[in-house]
């Protein structure tokens, strides 16, 4: 079975400048994350998706960051203008977890990671 | 949500035991216990859960007081590729809310495997 797959895995840009990460999650799975992991601390929710709905976003820096899964499938995290204190990797998870159903049991599985260095 | 505290770092000799624990004192009735580890430049992989009772699997078992305010993540074997950061997380069980399997992760132990 595939996993998450993320791209791209190394991104360096300028303050100011614009970047796009892009996850696409295991096959079947509603439930889609990201989380933004700064170096030496644990991964933080940025914001969580059931299907194509958002369920969380409260810790979204919204006059930058942004997040869409359109077609309840793959997803897209974008981050415009970056700041310097935006340098992390970004983590896609997903999860067979239905908000609605509530099964407990479902793990989350994370992609590698697509690491972001803002000079 | 309901916090847990574990220690910043541990070492382990290869092939003993490891005993990790988690405290997490506000636990609710309905809160599961989580385990995740996150090797090096790798994102965070399952180990294991538990809601009261203790579990095993291939992985590791899983150790909960009775009180159920804290917790023990049971290495059997630790190998060199068990050096990881350990999360013990709590994930509400309760469906239909927005807080339902929204895992928050602190900072962990970091795990360090001496051959």
């Known amino acids: 079975e595939a996993g998450v797959a993320q791209s791209p895995r190394y991104k360096i840009i300028e303050k100011r400048q614009s970047v796009a990460f892009w996850c696409n999650p295991i096959s079947g799975h509603a439930t889609l994350y990201w989380y933004q992991q700064i170096l030496g601390q644990g991964p933080k929710l940025l914001i969580q998706f059931q299907n194509n709905g958002v369920v969380d976003d409260s810790q979204l820096p919204k006059d930058r960051f942004s997040a869409e899964r359109l077609k309840g499938v793959d997803s897209t995290l974008k981050i415009q203008p970056a700041k310097l204190e935006d340098s992390a990797v970004y983590l896609c998870?997903?999860?067979?977890?239905?908000?609605?159903?509530?099964?407990?049991?479902?793990?989350?599985?994370f992609g590698e990671g697509s690491r972001l260095t803002v000079l | 949500d309901a916090k847990t505290t574990q220690p910043n770092s541990m070492e382990s000799n290869e092939e003993e035991p490891v005993h990790l624990p988690c405290n997490h004192s506000?636990?609710?009735?309905?809160?599961?216990i989580h385990w995740y580890r996150q090797l090096p430049s790798q994102g965070p992989e399952y180990v294991i859960h538990?809601?009261?009772s203790n579990v095993n699997n291939r992985m590791a078992s899983l150790a909960i007081a009775e009180d159920r305010k804290s917790s023990t993540l049971i290495l059997h074997r630790a190998t060199l590729r068990d050096a990881a950061v350990y999360y013990c997380?709590?994930?509400?069980?309760?469906?239909?809310?927005?807080?339902?399997?929204?895992?928050?992760f602190g900072s962990g132990t970091r795990l360090l495997v001496r051959p």
């Open positions: 997380i709590l994930r509400d069980g309760r469906t239909g809310l927005d807080s339902s399997y929204k895992l928050i």
């Open positions: 538990g809601l009261t």
């Open positions: 506000t636990i609710s009735g309905t809160d599961y």
């Open positions: 998870a997903s999860s067979l977890y239905s908000y609605y159903s509530g099964a407990n049991t479902g793990e989350l599985f």
